[in-house]
């Protein structure tokens, strides 16, 4: 029998907020079989009166690094007690210190410290989650990275999307020898990785401090030899012409982008990528230096929003503080903000499925102790979310 969602404001999502305020949606078979106003609505079957509370599509975070082991809290207090990067470092900080624990968590262990983080996601309406691996650094722990945010997606049944992020971080044992580590490591375990059924597209970070765009290339050349779509941290602290080398693979994204002028902008809106925007980190690191927000939307290039949940520079995982975030510090509209963490978001991890509400798409919704969804972006670190519900289920 259909599920029948009435008396509900409904933000479809399709190209804006597209409001129906007197809405109703039909669901069955975990799929959206109708949406739109009560008054036309002929279906029969189980009812649900909402209230007249704000539906929206379930929330997709699109960038996030959730699982990885250990924490940094002392690490932020010994900063702010004066130490220096390298103080940190010597007392065995930063991200060394997460690829450490990473390796020395088994994939249960992995499982057992995301979960909590996942759970603060879901309880903001959050359906969909990318997860990247990257903290491991060797084949093994690459792997089980990857194997660890898979059970994500069934110990919470949510979807789960995975980015392989080998070309991270050089590993200390391979300080010095980016070049060998990538051979060594990052390409072997990639190829071990996809034939496990373990990626859904491979990542890289560009940067001086990380990988240079020739090192990203021969990890994009591997990807599109295993038929694998890609994205990139790009533009994060400086411009290393990222965004255009991703854009040259055809990527779903560009992720950061702080520094990108307008010829990786043209080159983004050329490819189709999406320009996934992470307040968080911008935050963390007191960066001054926004993205640019208006030549994105000169372009077309569509923005999506994400936490970019890390040990280091997003220790976040509030998805509506990153949309709050995203319109106050770099002025995007609420509404922008959540095309960005809704369809913008499933453009950006290759998903058609979901990110809006329309017929044929999955039933993940998100029900709002709200009328207007700017509400959703306006709050600082409160929820509004009444109810999710996946596939058409309601949240027990
Ligand atoms: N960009 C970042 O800001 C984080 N990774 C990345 O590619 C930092 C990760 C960390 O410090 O643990
Ligand atoms: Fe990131």
Redesign the pocket.
């Known amino acids: 029998m259909p599920t029948i969602l009435h008396n509900a404001v409904l933000a479809t999502m399709r190209g804006g907020y597209s409001l129906i305020d007197r809405g109703a949606l039909v669901i069955e078979g975990g799929r959206i079989l109708w949406a739109g106003p009560e008054a036309e609505l002929s279906a029969t079957g189980e009812r649900h009166d909402l209230g007249g509370r704000l539906v929206t599509p379930a929330l997709i975070d699109c960038h996030t690094?959730v699982v990885?082991g250990g924490e940094?809290a002392r690490e932020f207090e010994m900063r702010l007690n004066g130490a220096s990067y390298e103080e940190v470092a010597r007392a065995g900080g930063?991200?060394v210190s997460?690829v450490a624990a990473t390796r020395a968590a088994s994939e249960d262990d992995l499982v057992a410290q995301a979960l909590p983080r996942v759970d603060r996601m879901l309880a903001e309406g959050v359906g969909t989650v990318e997860i990247k691996s990257?903290?491991g650094l060797d084949v093994e722990t690459e792997l089980r990275m990857l194997r660890a945010a898979r059970r994500i997606a069934s110990a919470r049944g949510i979807t789960v999307r995975t980015s392989f992020?080998g070309a991270?971080?050089v590993p200390p044992e391979y300080k010095g020898r980016a070049d060998d580590y990538i051979a060594e490591q990052v390409l072997p375990a990639l190829r071990a990785a996809a034939d496990e059924g373990l990626v859904d597209a491979v990542d890289g970070?560009c940067?001086g401090i990380?990988f240079s765009p020739t090192q990203i290339e021969r990890v994009f050349a591997e990807a599109k030899a295993l038929g694998l779509p890609v994205k990139l941290?790009a533009e994060?602290l400086s411009n290393l012409g990222g965004a255009a080398l991703a854009a040259r693979y055809g990527a779903l994204s560009a992720d950061?982008l702080e520094y990108l002028d307008e010829a990786g902008v043209g080159a983004m809106a050329k490819a189709g990528s999406v320009a996934v925007i992470?307040p968080g980190?911008f935050y963390?690191?007191r960066e001054t230096q926004a993205p640019p927000i208006e030549l994105f939307r000169k372009a077309r290039v569509p923005m999506a929003v994400a936490t970019?949940c890390?040990?280091?520079?997003?220790p976040m995982t509030s998805l509506t503080l990153a949309m709050n975030m995203a319109c106050t510090f770099f002025r995007m509209t609420p509404e922008e903000a959540l095309m960005g963490a809704t369809a913008h978001a499933a453009r950006a991890l290759g998903l058609t499925d979901r990110g809006a509400i329309a017929p044929g798409l999955v039933a993940d919704l998100a029900v709002w102790e709200a009328a207007h969804p700017a509400e959703l972006s306006y709050r600082i670190g409160a929820t509004p979310l009444h109810t999710r519900i996946i596939g058409g289920r309601f949240d027990a």
């Not at 890390?310 to 997003?314: D, T």
């Open positions: 690094h990885f940094r930063g991200i997460t990257g903290y992020l991270h971080a970070f940067e990380a941290h994060q950061h992470l980190a963390t690191l970019d890390n040990p280091g520079s997003a």
